[in-house]
């Protein structure tokens, strides 16, 4: 069993910056991959960037360039550094931690992030 929680969500202007981080109560060395989802209202969960155990990166063709994922071994946490936010950034984000053999999923219980226009 993993806890995650996650911190750093708020009210931001378009353009600003926000800096979520998601504390494990596991070693994340141990995790797969660790990645950071979204939903805004009346839409489905979307991906938007995960790393991998070694350190391999992918991102919604939505944020990048504008958002950086990043894994602290050492601290069991995972963080999303998000610049130039835009209105349509607008959600509540959930940090996820995926073992893949079996495959089993843990979720936080998500942050919101608003970003007004």
């Known amino acids: 069993q993993v806890q995650l929680v996650e911190s750093g969500g708020g009210l931001v202007q378009a353009g600003g910056s926000l800096r979520l981080s998601c504390a494990a109560s596991?070693?994340?060395?141990?995790?797969?991959?660790m990645g950071w989802y979204r939903q805004a209202p009346g839409k489905q969960r979307e991906l938007v960037a995960l790393i991998t155990r070694g350190g391999t990166t992918n991102y919604a063709d939505s944020v990048k360039g504008r958002f950086t994922i990043s894994r602290d071994n050492a601290k069991n946490t995972v963080c999303l550094q998000m610049n130039s936010l835009k209105p349509e950034d607008t959600a509540v984000y959930y940090c996820n931690a995926r073992f893949t053999l079996p495959t089993i999923n843990y979720w936080g219980q998500g942050t919101q992030v608003t970003v007004s226009s």
């Open positions: 596991a070693n994340i060395f141990s995790i797969d991959i």
